[in-house]
Nanobody, 124 residues
Framework: QVDLVESGGGLVQAGGSLRLSCAAS????????VGWFRQAPGKERLFVAA????????GYAASVKGRFTISRDNAENTVLLLMNSLKPEDTAVYYC?????????????????WGQGTQVTVSS
């Protein structure tokens, strides 16, 4: 069992930045794919970014590529999402998720472990 806890959400003006953290407890990340998804009100939960914990390969949704950066802190067993140049359309609840394997996927059904989410609100 892996428990994921997100932090770092909040209210920011358009053009600003936030850094989200996803801390894991119960076991350490090793051969896992860890990702971020987001869900806006009334919409489905969508892939944002993911990182292969061992290879450090990363991938991003087209809507955030060039603005968001996913990384890991091995010592803290934490995955970070740095969000720059935020737009009102980035407003959503952001969820951290982890797969049991490191195989690449943008499909939320392939992720086994989920956090409770953290709210990000970008004002215009």
């Amino acid at each position: 069992q892996v428990d994921l806890v997100e932090s770092g959400g909040g209210l920011v003006q358009a053009g600003g930045s936030l850094r989200l953290s996803c801390a894991a407890s119960g076991r350490t990340f090793s051969n896992n794919l860890v990702g971020w998804f987001r869900q806006a009100p009334g919409k489905e939960r969508l892939f944002v970014a993911a990182i292969n914990w061992s290879s450090l390969n990363t991938g991003y949704a087209a809507s955030v590529k060039g603005r968001f950066t996913i990384s890991r802190d091995n010592a803290e067993n934490t995955v970070l999402l740095l969000m720059n140049s935020l737009k009102p359309e980035d407003t959503a609840v952001y969820y951290c998720a982890a797969r049991r394997s490191s195989s690449w996927s943008v499909n939320r059904a392939d992720y086994t472990y989920w956090g409770q989410g953290t709210q990000v609100t970008v004002s215009s």
